[in-house]
């Protein structure tokens, strides 16, 4: 997502140089050689903030080649090649990143995304776990592109081909505001939603044991929320396979609506 790649790229370059990432677990302690390491990291943050991810990818490359410790670039070259659809790699590198930060929330949902992508069910919860002890014990901070908010991670990037792409986010607490369990948005190639599908929940007024579920799509017309159609309505919430699977094939073919209303003024993407 273009829009929220800029804000990113910048959070995530300010994080990685002000912490000194490339240095720590360095293999030298010669300062020469730290300072022209850094000044080739921050060229190939600055690469990547510019959009040319194959030739910062070179330079990341480069660095751990000299310093397999060096975690920003373990990072940075992780997240090119999740965006490049090269998932084994993604997470293998990220591995890395996370044997030396293991609750390191953003190399957590990176891994997330590798291992989804994967299929690799077991390794996805693992890592869901932790995240979610973290984000209990509020050690999450949001940084677009990765939290959205502090209730919401992206679990899935579905590359579409051409910029285009599918985002599938997993809210923390179903039972807090804004009350959505999964949301699932379809990407143009300006970074902009087209498509927006939540699982929406609501408590009963009288019992608190019974619950409501609901799958509907905010109807975006020219960058605006124009309508609401709800397609289905269950008691029970489902995992989260079977959800992916009524969005996916909502966005692909939408069924008809049980029930549609009107919504007037309100933008796809909230002014900042």
Sequence with gaps: MKKLSALFCLALAAFFLSSGTVTLHAQTADP?????????????????????????????????VEEPKARGSLFFSAFIQLRKGQYE???????????????????????????QALHRTAKVEALRKTLFELERAG????????????????????LLGDGRSIIV???????????????????DTTGNPVRRLVLSYAPDAKDANVESFAL???????????????????STRPDYETCRRWMLEAIKNPPKPIYSAPITGTPAIPKQ
């Design 169 to 187: 986010g997993e809210y923390f607490n179903y039972k807090k505001e804004p009350f959505v369990v999964y949301l699932a948005e379809q990407i």
């Design 32 to 64: 020469a050689k730290i300072a022209a390491l850094q000044a080739r990291f921050k060229s190939g943050v600055e690469l990547f903030n510019a959009g040319k991810n194959d030739d910062a990818l070179k330079i990341f490359d480069a660095i751990l």
């Design 89 to 115: 790699t993604a997470a293998t590198l990220i591995d890395r990143f996370l044997e030396l930060e293991p609750r390191d929330f953003k190399g957590i949902v990176l891994a997330i995304q590798a291992n």
């Design 139 to 158: 050690s999450i901070t949001a940084v677009p592109g990765l939290t959205d908010t502090h209730s919401m991670y992206i679990r899935e990037r579905i």
């Design 216 to 234: 509907s799509e905010y109807v975006i017309v020219n960058g605006e929320v124009k309508q609401i159609n709800i397609y289905r309505q269950d």
